[in-house]
């Protein structure tokens, strides 16, 4: 029993994920969404599991697993657009598959129970971005958080036209923008991160995905907790957390609160406790 409580986080995680696959499986009778998502999830509870075994890279693990499976499986080899993009077209064309899916239960209603872990677990973005060395952010952020409506709202026009001028061959143009989207990406987010010393600038200010995780994200079952009995204010979970969340207030309206990717950078870095997932 006691290694079962011990364990409970990651065997939830796969319970969650694996109901999902079976239900989108049998309702849209295609044996891929079973395969799909018992992968995403099956990953995702590994990772908690050597997290829970204090093994140090234990979201890197998951990082990859899942960000390159969804780059290079889904989006160049299965030629599907996982970006913002593919979620405008296949809307656009009334299918409910592949990046719809995807993004209504990882950005659109997922984030009401894991929040922001889409970005911190599974963003092929930032898997790559988190490999460089500015990992604890220098300076307050920044308030240029109005440049994500900017590219939201780019994306959108952009699928936008295309099917009001009647563009052909959509499917060949998707699959391109996916390549050229994920390019400007990387390069964007390397450049915020070297000029503002910060490895999550781009999912800070320029990420477009992140329209669609805030709202939701405000009521987030899975959130990090403070004992404000143990807390002694020592500052060093705001010191190391990559996303500038407040975490010594249990308020929802705390600084950021939106933020938090679940990294628990300020679980192991609490010196009293006083953090828990």
Not at 244 to 260: F, G, I, P
Request: proline content about 4%.
């Amino acid at each position: 029993m006691r290694i079962l409580k011990k364990y409970s986080g990651p065997l939830i995680m796969l319970v969650i994920f694996e109901t999902i696959a079976i239900v989108l499986w049998q309702t849209l009778d295609n044996i891929f969404y079973l395969f799909n998502f018992t992968y995403i999830g099956g990953f995702i509870a590994f990772g908690l599991f050597l997290y829970i075994r204090k093994y140090q890279h234990a979201r890197l693990v998951v990082q990859f697993g899942v960000g390159l499976y969804m780059l290079i499986y889904l989006g160049v080899l299965s030629r599907e657009n996982m970006q913002i993009e593919g979620f405008w077209y296949y809307l656009f064309s009334g299918v409910f598959e592949a990046a719809t899916i995807h993004y209504v239960v990882a950005k659109i209603f997922g984030p009401l129970f894991f929040g922001r872990g889409w970005c911190g677990y599974a963003c092929w973005t930032a898997m790559i971005l988190d490999l460089l060395p500015y990992k604890q952010p220098k300076s307050p952020r920044k308030k240029i958080g109005y440049l994500r409506y900017i590219t939201f709202g780019i994306s959108l026009l952009f699928v936008a036209a295309l099917f009001l001028l009647h563009v052909p061959d959509l499917n060949r143009i998707m699959f391109w923008s996916f390549i050229a989207g994920n390019i400007l990406y990387y390069a964007a987010g390397v450049v915020l991160a070297v000029v503002l010393k910060d490895n999550r600038a781009f999912c800070k200010y320029l990420c477009p995905i992140t329209v669609f995780l805030k709202p939701m994200s405000y009521f987030a079952v899975m959130r990090i907790k403070v004992d404000e009995k143990k807390c002694i204010s020592c500052g060093k979970c705001k010191r190391v957390c990559p996303m500038n969340v407040d975490v010594t207030s249990n308020s929802r309206k705390r600084e950021n609160a939106t933020e938090c990717i679940l990294c628990v950078k300020c679980v192991d870095e609490c010196p009293m406790n006083a953090l828990k997932l």
